[in-house]
């Protein structure tokens, strides 16, 4: 996982490590990044992180989001 040179002043940076998000957190990565990103997840112990959907056009309903798994 690769943090951006001053990520960390960021006054939203804290909320990576925020106690109520223990239970899970979503994050959104470059479709050409998420499988490295996944892997990277897995080798440092997170083996339940996974894909959860994409973010999409909107289509002609309005449903800006899929949900793949």
Known sequence: IVIE???DK???YPLLFDPQ???GLVAS???AQ???CVDALHSLGY???V???EVAAMDSED???RVTN
Request: proline content about 12%.
């Open 5 to 7: 040179d001053g990520a």
């Open 10 to 12: 960021n006054p939203r």
């Open 21 to 23: 998000t223990s239970g």
């Open 29 to 31: 990565i470059p479709e």
């Open 34 to 36: 998420v499988q490295t």
């Open 47 to 49: 083996e339940d992180a």
């Open 51 to 53: 894909v959860v959907g």
């Open 63 to 65: 449903k800006p989001i």
